[in-house]
C-alpha cells in the first residue's frame, strides 16, 4: 500500500472515530436531559405516529404521564414478572439471556431454510400452488433497559450495528438514569396497542380507568400484553391473556421495586 493511500485510510479511520465518539457524547446528552425532563416521544412512537397519520380510519393517539410514585406497584412488579425478573440487579443487558435468543433464532433460521427448501422442491411439481416463503419466528432476550434503548433513539431493522448501539446505550442508561427513572420513562411510553403509549392510555384503553387505580390483576394483563401489544389489544380478554395473567400475579410477590 502507497504511503498517499495509507494516510487516506487512517484519515477515514480517525473521521469514523471521531463520529462515533460525537454520536455517543449526543446520545449522553440526550440521556442526561432525561434525568430530569421527561421525555415527550421516542423515536418509536414518532415512526407510530407518522404511518398512523397517513393511514385512514386509525386509532388516535394516547398517552399522557404520570409520575412514577402515582403508578400503581402492582403494574411496576408485573411488568418486571413478565418481561425481565432480572431487572433490578443486571446492569442494562443480560448476557446469558441473549445468548439463548441467538441460539434460539439460530435454530428458526435453520428450520426456516428446511421448509423453504421443501417449499422449492414442492413448486417444482407440476400444478402445485405457491406458497409463501417461511418466516422465522425472532426471540429477543432483551432487558427492559435495552428495550428502552431501542425505543427511545433506535430503529426497528435488525443487524450488529444496531444492536451493538442498544447495548452500548442500555449502559448509558443505566449510568446516568438508574433503575426508577428507567421504569418510569419505559412504563409512560412502552407500546400498549396501536396509538396507545404508556401506562395510564392503556389503563383507560383497556379498563376505562387512570392507571394509578390498577388492580393486581389487571396489572398482569397489561403486562402479558407487551410482547405482541397490537395483536393481544384485539382479544385483550382472551383466555390466553388472562390464564398467563394469572401465572404473573402469582410471581409478583417475589419481585422488588426499585
Request: proline share 7%; net charge positive; aromatic share 8%.
Amino acid at each position: 500500500m502507497s504511503s498517499a493511500r495509507a494516510r487516506s485510510v487512517w484519515r477515514f479511520v480517525a473521521l469514523l472515530a471521531v463520529c462515533t465518539l460525537g454520536l455517543q457524547l449526543y446520545f449522553v446528552a440526550r440521556i442526561a436531559v432525561m434525568a430530569v425532563v421527561d421525555p415527550q416521544s421516542t423515536t418509536f412512537q414518532r415512526s407510530e405516529a407518522w404511518r398512523l397519520a397517513l393511514q385512514p380510519g386509525a386509532h388516535p393517539w394516547h398517552q399522557r404521564w404520570v409520575d412514577y410514585a402515582t403508578l400503581p406497584a402492582s403494574l411496576k412488579r408485573a411488568v418486571i414478572a413478565s418481561e425481565d425478573s432480572g431487572f433490578i440487579e443486571h446492569g442494562g443487558v443480560e448476557w446469558d439471556a441473549l445468548e439463548k435468543a441467538w441460539g434460539r433464532n439460530e435454530r428458526a433460521d435453520a428450520q426456516a431454510a428446511a421448509q423453504g427448501r421443501r417449499r422449492d422442491a414442492a413448486r417444482a411439481k407440476p400444478g402445485a400452488p405457491p406458497r409463501p416463503p417461511p418466516v422465522p419466528k425472532v426471540v429477543g432476550g432483551s432487558t427492559i433497559t435495552q428495550q428502552l434503548a431501542k425505543n427511545l433513539f433506535l430503529s426497528g431493522e435488525r443487524n450488529f450495528v444496531r444492536k451493538g448501539q442498544e447495548l452500548l446505550l442500555s449502559y448509558e442508561l443505566e449510568a446516568i438514569l438508574g433503575k426508577q427513572r428507567i421504569l418510569a420513562i419505559y412504563l409512560n411510553s412502552v407500546e400498549w396497542g396501536e396509538g396507545v403509549f404508556g401506562a395510564d392510555a392503556a389503563a383507560h384503553r383497556y379498563f376505562a380507568i387512570d392507571a394509578a387505580r390498577l388492580g393486581p390483576q389487571q396489572s398482569a394483563q397489561l403486562a402479558v400484553m407487551l410482547p405482541a401489544p397490537k395483536r393481544f389489544e384485539k382479544r385483550p380478554g382472551s383466555p390466553y391473556v388472562v390464564g398467563r395473567a394469572a401465572t404473573v400475579a402469582a410471581r409478583m410477590g417475589q419481585i422488588d421495586v426499585p
